[in-house]
């Protein structure tokens, strides 16, 4: 116990009263994000591909006192998008568009430690890109999310975008379509279970030249990533033609969904393979 009488003089009791107060304010700060250690995540290839391996570096600066980090955790994280109903004030019933969050993986870069005032750490990382992450196509945002856990802080996490590319197959793929006359049009993340997540990441290609213009609509296609393929669903939208063609439109019969499988990354492959499922089905 303390005895504030057995200090050397009135000026150091004055002294010692005041670090022990500041001490206490500092911790009573930081404990609501005020002076409390702050992240900084530096992402060395913000350009990936899906299933390549994200680098980089968590920065940790101390603040204004010690303290304990239960752990450093990375979340991959992107949007996507559902029509919702609501009623309004008068009982009618609207659509809307909302954005939501999905975290595509969370990997631990740190268990617990201490950090000291002022103290500066790193924790360097390398983790693979999620097969499903979606590519930064249309409204598609990826980013990563760092969470440095301190019991009770604010402002204690850091965003950093990435700029997510296809890989080799999903590259041929696209590159593909392009060469079998289909631009590509919306690329949106939607909520769906089809695949067994909460969305799905949709491309939509307008025939605009080639073999299938005038004889298709649009192709609208899912990429699922495998270690060794890629695997595409793709429904392709056939132009009516005359009355059988006009009745399966207004019954909608007229799309038809089929499963592709790419194991090779050669475009001239790719291309065949994608003209012959196409042709077979318009």
Same mark, same amino acid.
Request: aromatic share 12%; charged share 30%.
């Given at each position: 116990m303390l005895e504030w009488g057995r200090l050397p003089s009135n000026i150091d009791q004055h002294r010692f009263r005041q670090r022990i107060i500041m001490s206490f304010f500092k911790k009573v700060l930081s404990s609501v994000g005020i002076g409390s250690a702050k992240v900084d995540t530096i992402i060395h290839n913000p350009e990936v591909a899906p299933t390549q391996v994200l680098a980089g570096t968590v920065q940790v600066d101390g603040g204004s006192t010690q303290q304990h980090i239960n752990h450093i955790k990375i979340n991959v994280c992107c949007?996507?998008?559902?029509?919702?109903?609501?009623?309004? #004030?008068? /009982?009618?019933?609207?659509? !809307?568009?909302?954005?939501?969050?999905? +975290?595509?993986?969370?990997?631990? +870069?740190? /268990? @617990?430690? /201490? +950090?000291?005032?002022?103290?500066?750490?790193?924790? #360097?990382?390398?983790?693979?890109?999620?097969?499903?992450?979606?590519? @930064?196509?249309?409204? @598609? !945002?990826?980013? +990563?999310?760092?969470?440095? /856990?301190?019991?009770?802080a604010l402002d204690k996490s850091d965003k950093d975008m990435l700029h997510v590319v296809p890989n080799e197959r999903q590259n041929a793929v696209l590159v593909a379509m392009s060469q079998l006359g289909f631009a590509l049009g919306e690329v949106e993340n939607e909520e @769906?279970?089809?695949l067994g997540g909460r969305f799905v990441q949709e491309f939509e290609f307008k025939a605009h030249s080639g073999d299938f213009r005038g004889r298709v609509d649009e192709v609208e296609m899912l990429m699922v990533n495998h270690d060794d393929s890629l695997e595409l669903m793709v429904e392709v939208d056939r132009k009516a033609k005359g009355l059988g063609g006009f009745f399966a439109s207004m019954i909608g019969r007229d799309e038809t969904k089929l499963w592709v499988e790419i194991q090779d990354y050669d475009l001239e492959s790719v291309t065949d393979v994608l003209h012959h499922a196409i042709d077979e089905h318009c």
């Open positions: 949007n996507y998008f559902s029509e919702e109903t609501y009623t309004d #004030d008068d /009982d009618n019933e609207h659509e !809307r568009i909302v954005e939501h969050t999905a +975290v595509l993986a969370s990997y631990k +870069v740190s /268990d @617990s430690f /201490d +950090v000291e005032e002022g103290q500066e750490l790193s924790f #360097d990382f390398e983790i693979p890109l999620p097969a499903n992450t979606p590519l @930064s196509l249309g409204q @598609s !945002r990826v980013w +990563v999310d760092t969470d440095l /856990d301190i019991d009770y @769906s279970s089809a």
